[in-house]
């Protein structure tokens, strides 16, 4: 049907979008292969949801163009729609159908079957844990249970790519776990995800490779591990209750320094002998030397400044 060897998921292309007054995407590309997991990271207001609606066909592109699998965004949104699993950043669940009700009712505009309809949801909500909770109203569930059942709505016409917006914002420790369970779950059946979150742990734990966006454009594209190495590096310093003779050695070695209120940190350019060194010279100083995170690359490209 659709989809030539070596041919992307999705492909965006220079993608822009305009808002009256506001330029919220400005010329975004990539590329997400197939069975590949892509986190899409950036700060508030920095265009994500505005991609993925592009991407979702639920928006159309200033300029620039997006295609899944090939089939182009803009000119065969149905068969696009067909292929996706949409997770929206709002749970747009239908508050007067039940828990059961609310799948059965989407997997009508699919045109899938009554009964196959029947036979996916119930897989899915014993799948996403709600099994026990079919007859619920959707006021009654919690926030992780209303997102995942979204997910299994997501999962009903067995897309072959699944775009979910920030699938465990707002939501508990546990919440959040349990989906990411359910996520990689689905990573092992080969399907294509592209995510947005501003859970670095998140995008850590699931993606294969992680773009940055913000103020509209891509920052940076790479693995994880990769990104960190390059843009941090292996090792961190951070310090409080300090002198400036601290500072100011630490400013004297390789590396970048940066204060945060009353906090420092260092990313030296070879972590290997920092420890050591700070031993010898400054034994008392209150600091903690740990690893380089997906985090630190987030606060150096995006900056330390809030957002909305
Ligand atoms: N419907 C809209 N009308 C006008 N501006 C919008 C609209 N939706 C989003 N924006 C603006 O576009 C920018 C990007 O928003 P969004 O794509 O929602 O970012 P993110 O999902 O990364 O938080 C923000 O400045 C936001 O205020
Ligand atoms: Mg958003």
């Known amino acids: 049907m659709n989809g030539l060897p070596n041919e992307p998921a999705i492909a965006a292309r220079d993608l822009c979008k305009a808002y009256s007054g506001v330029d919220a995407v400005r010329g975004v590309s990539f590329d997400v292969a197939p069975g590949e997991v892509v986190g899409f990271l950036g700060p508030n207001g920095a265009g994500k949801t505005t991609t993925v609606r592009m991407i979702s066909c639920f928006l159309p592109p200033t300029s620039g163009s997006a295609t899944v699998y090939g089939v182009d965004v803009r000119s065969r949104p149905r068969d696009v729609k067909r292929m996706l699993g949409i997770c929206p950043q709002e749970d747009n669940l239908?508050?007067?159908?039940?828990?059961?009700?609310?799948?059965?009712?989407?997997?009508?505009?699919?045109?899938?079957?009554?009964?196959?309809?029947?036979?996916?949801?119930?897989?899915?909500?014993?799948?996403?844990?709600?099994?026990?909770?079919?007859?619920?109203?959707?006021?009654?569930?919690?926030?992780?249970?209303?997102?995942?059942?979204?997910?299994?709505?997501?999962?009903?016409?067995?897309?072959?790519?699944?775009?979910?917006?920030?699938?465990?914002?707002?939501?508990?420790?546990?919440?959040?776990?349990?989906?990411?369970?359910?996520?990689?779950?689905?990573?092992?059946?080969?399907?294509?995800?592209?995510?947005?979150?501003?859970?670095?742990?998140?995008?850590?734990?699931?993606?294969?490779?992680?773009?940055?966006?913000?103020?509209?454009?891509?920052?940076?594209?790479?693995s994880p591990a990769s990104l960190v190495e390059r843009e941090v590096g292996h090792t961190v310093v951070e310090a409080w209750n300090y002198e400036p003779t601290f500072a100011a050695f630490l400013g004297s070695l390789p590396g970048r320094l940066e204060e945060v209120g009353d906090r420092l940190y260092f990313y030296p350019a070879a972590g290997d002998h920092v420890e050591r060194l700070l031993d010898e010279r400054f034994p008392g100083q209150e600091r903690l030397i740990r690893r380089a995170t997906l985090e630190d690359v987030f606060l150096k490209l995006t900056g330390r400044a809030l957002r909305d």
Not at 193 to 203: C, D, G, I, K, N
Not at 211 to 216: A, E, F, L, N, R
């Open 94 to 222: 239908d508050p007067d159908f039940d828990v059961l009700k609310n799948l059965l009712a989407y997997g009508r505009y699919f045109g899938i079957p009554g009964r196959e309809i029947r036979a996916r949801a119930e897989r899915l909500l014993d799948f996403v844990q709600l099994g026990d909770r079919k007859k619920s109203a959707v006021q009654e569930l919690s926030g992780g249970m209303k997102r995942r059942l979204v997910l299994a709505r997501a999962l009903l016409n067995e897309p072959r790519v699944l775009i979910l917006d920030e699938p465990t914002t707002g939501l508990d420790p546990q919440a959040r776990h349990a989906i990411w369970t359910r996520l990689r779950g689905l990573r092992a059946t080969g399907v294509t995800v592209l995510l947005t979150t501003h859970y670095m742990e998140e995008a850590a734990q699931l993606c294969d490779r992680v773009i940055v966006v913000d103020h509209g454009r891509v920052l940076m594209d790479g």
